[in-house]
């Protein structure tokens, strides 16, 4: 397609006097940001006729991680955004709009929670991906995530992504977090932080990059369930041996493990035999088991 705008430019350029008419957005601006007679160009880097504002279209099939972007460096220009490619939107959605496959709502609009109820309104610019630093009172991520503060003020709010399934996090995160109502009921579900390869969850414990350095922010085995892949996560304050009852409320380097009635923090350790996550005297590294299958790289100490 771009080469095909660029070809149509270079045309116009060598045919000085045809004074073609085309669709806004059609045609790219030339190197020195020119087009043709009658027409500007955008904050897109695209032609449109001369007074009528381009439309910043947002990349709504890029799923948490991807480096999909959207820019408006004039400002003020809002998003437009199309239903998420290949996502399946409930038939039993009552009307309403789907947060998830943003399906349902107007241009310049994105699909979100209001409470409990999937709401369209204005999709603001400039646009944050999933795992990015957000603003709750402006909530400006993408089409299809949402700014929710962490469990502790001192971590800030980041940009998660509604999800249904796993497939609808990418191969990035899982679909494994909830946003809960009063009843402790699922008002909807969210997509992990995105897994990263150089977190590792047993020793220190500290996050790769900057801006997440330990005691406010940590690594962590992603859950229960996906003991094998690790996050960086909002710090809990627990330390090893209290109880508690939800994952990473304890220390970097531990986890909250539930063996029998109650919970409580325990060493996060390494199967592989790596020195510096082992065991206190007594105790030994024990696979996680999520539907009978030990994990592999990681454990606890039991």
Same mark, same amino acid.
């Given at each position: ?36 007679? #009658?027409?500007?160009?955008? $904050? =897109? ?8 504002? &381009? *439309? !910043?279209? +947002? ?117 494994? #977090?909830?946003?809960?109502? $009063? =009843? ?8 992990? &932080? *995105? !897994?990263? +390869? ?105």
């Amino acid at each position: 397609m771009t080469s095909h705008r660029w070809s149509l430019v270079a045309l116009l350029i060598a045919i000085g006097c045809y004074n073609p008419k085309f669709d806004d957005g059609l045609l790219l601006c030339s190197a020195a940001s020119e087009c043709p007679a #009658g027409y500007q160009c955008g $904050s =897109d880097k695209a032609c449109y006729k001369t007074g009528a504002a &381009p *439309l !910043i279209k +947002a990349d709504a099939g890029h799923l948490p991680g991807d480096a999909g972007t959207v820019s408006d460096p004039d400002g003020g220009v809002a998003a437009c955004t199309d239903p998420t490619p290949g996502c399946v939107a409930p038939k039993d959605l009552g009307g309403k709009c789907d947060p998830v496959c943003q399906s349902g709502c107007k241009c310049r609009e994105k699909c979100f929670y209001e409470g409990a109820t999937p709401t369209c309104g204005p999709a603001k610019l400039p646009v944050k991906n999933a795992g990015e630093v957000c603003d709750t009172a402006s909530d400006t991520c993408r089409p299809g995530a949402v700014c929710l503060e962490e469990l502790r003020t001192e971590c800030g709010a980041h940009c998660y992504h509604y999800c249904r399934v796993d497939a609808d996090c990418g191969d990035k995160a899982r679909c494994i #977090g909830a946003v809960t109502a $009063s =009843d402790g009921s699922t008002v909807y579900k969210i997509c992990s &932080p *995105l !897994i990263e +390869a150089l977190c590792l969850p047993f020793g220190k414990a500290d996050c790769p990059g900057a801006g997440r350095s330990l005691p406010t922010f940590g690594c962590y085995v992603l859950s229960a369930l996906h003991p094998d892949l690790s996050v960086c996560d909002c710090a809990g304050t627990k330390p090893a041996g209290s109880v508690c009852a939800n994952e990473h409320e304890c220390v970097p380097g531990t986890e909250c493990i539930k063996l029998g009635a109650q919970a409580t923090c325990r060493k996060i350790c390494t199967l592989n035999g790596v020195v510096a996550g082992p065991c206190p005297s007594g105790t030994t590294c024990t696979p996680f088991a999520p539907g009978g299958v030990n994990s592999i790289r990681y454990g606890y100490c039991k």
